[in-house]
């Protein structure tokens, strides 16, 4: 099974991921070789909040980088999961003409489509239909270099 680390500022984003989380875990090919993970379906547990993003950036194989107007929390160091030298897609919600990003947020943006390649979106039905492309995208990557897995 292939873990996805949904990372993205929780309140500005707190339908995308829920609804992204509920898609991905239901849809009939994607359930068979994906699972998903965003903190607000982690457990309480002994582990500090940096350990659990830890851990589980650790056994991520895909980050799911969602871009808003806000910057999310960074780890302990101060570095985003975007950082992290994960296997990335990136979907940029299309700003309304009046919403400023966050100086911060505009300087990840800036690195991130320097080293992806990104999506736009502005509902979240084109959301799910660019998730699963870019999912199937990286799954037939895997299959050509023999990396599949369950």
């Known amino acids: ?3 996805i680390f949904v990372s993205s500022p929780q309140s500005e984003f707190a339908r995308e991921r829920k609804d992204l989380c509920y898609f991905v875990l239901t849809a009939p090919y994607l359930k068979q070789y ?23 950036i650790e056994k991520c194989k895909i980050y799911l980088g969602l871009f808003g107007k806000t ?8 570095i985003s999961a975007t950082e992290l030298g994960k296997d990335r897609v990136v979907y940029l919600k299309q ?3 009046r919403a400023r990003q966050a100086k911060k947020m505009a300087e990840l943006i800036a690195k991130a489509k320097q080293a992806v390649t990104y999506e736009t979106f502005s509902s979240l039905n ?10 199937l995208f990286w799954q037939q990557n895997q299959s050509k270099m023999g990396g599949i897995g369950r």
């Open 95 to 97: 700003p309304t003409p």
């Open 34 to 56: 994906f699972d998903v993970f965003i903190f607000e379906n982690l457990p309480a547990n002994q582990q500090n909040p940096q350990n659990n993003y830890r851990d589980k």
């Open 71 to 78: 910057y999310g929390t960074p780890d302990g160091d101060g």
């Open 126 to 135: 084109e959301l799910k239909l660019k998730v699963m492309q870019s999912l």
């Open 1 to 3: 099974m292939n873990l």
